[in-house]
């Protein structure tokens, strides 16, 4: 499939997909382009703030708490990390450790660890690891592959 990318300095932003079939590439696309945008409530210094799902760079859970991490601030959530799991499920979320959820589209570099673990650098700098229980199921994501293949 051919991509075609421009920015623009002025107008409205739009998507324009041509396709011939609709193949797996497209059809995610197709669904990329076609779901609400989606929003999340956040909590910091007593100030409730709405949150695009898009702007998580990731959630984790500390002390029984949830919080969600952007790239300018941490907000608390009032939700479970198994909850935050199933309502950014339609995103290109991934759990990646007990107490760890990462968006996958904020990830800009991967390493790999002893011990079959993963360094996910994400694009605040961050490091998130990958654990070995995780770090399989991870690999198979990226490559496409669904986890019941």
Same mark, same amino acid.
Do not use: W
């Given at each position: 499939?051919?991509?075609?990318? /421009? %920015?623009?300095?002025?107008?409205?932003?739009?998507?324009?997909?041509?396709?011939?079939?609709?193949?797996?590439?497209?059809? @995610?696309?197709?669904?990329?382009?076609?779901?609400?945008?989606?929003?999340?409530?956040?909590?910091?210094?007593? @100030?409730?703030?709405?949150?695009?799902? @898009? *702007?998580?760079?990731?959630?984790?859970?500390?002390?029984?708490?949830?919080?969600?991490?952007? /790239?300018?601030?941490?907000?608390?959530?009032?939700?479970?990390?198994?909850?935050?799991?199933?309502?950014?499920?339609?995103?290109?979320?991934?759990?990646?450790?007990? *107490?760890?959820?990462?968006?996958?589209? %904020?990830?800009? %570099?991967?390493?790999?660890? =002893?011990?079959?673990?993963?360094?996910?650098?994400?694009?605040?700098?961050?490091?998130?690891?990958?654990?070995?229980?995780?770090?399989? =199921?991870?690999?198979?994501?990226? %490559?496409?592959?669904?986890?019941?293949?």
């Amino acid at each position: 499939m051919k991509y075609i990318i /421009q %920015k623009i300095t002025d107008g409205e932003d739009e998507l324009i997909l041509r396709y011939r079939s609709v193949t797996e590439e497209v059809d @995610q696309a197709l669904r990329f382009m076609s779901r609400p945008q989606k929003k999340l409530l956040g909590i910091k210094d007593d @100030q409730k703030t709405v949150i695009d799902f @898009q *702007s998580i760079l990731y959630a984790e859970s500390v002390d029984g708490r949830s919080f969600v991490y952007t /790239q300018e601030d941490v907000f608390g959530v009032e939700y479970t990390l198994s909850q935050l799991e199933q309502i950014l499920s339609d995103v290109n979320f991934f759990r990646c450790s007990k *107490s760890v959820i990462i968006n996958i589209d %904020k990830v800009s %570099k991967l390493k790999s660890l =002893a011990s079959n673990r993963i360094d996910a650098t994400m694009c605040s700098g961050e490091h998130i690891i990958i654990s070995r229980t995780y770090a399989s =199921a991870f690999r198979k994501r990226l %490559k496409g592959v669904s986890d019941s293949e």
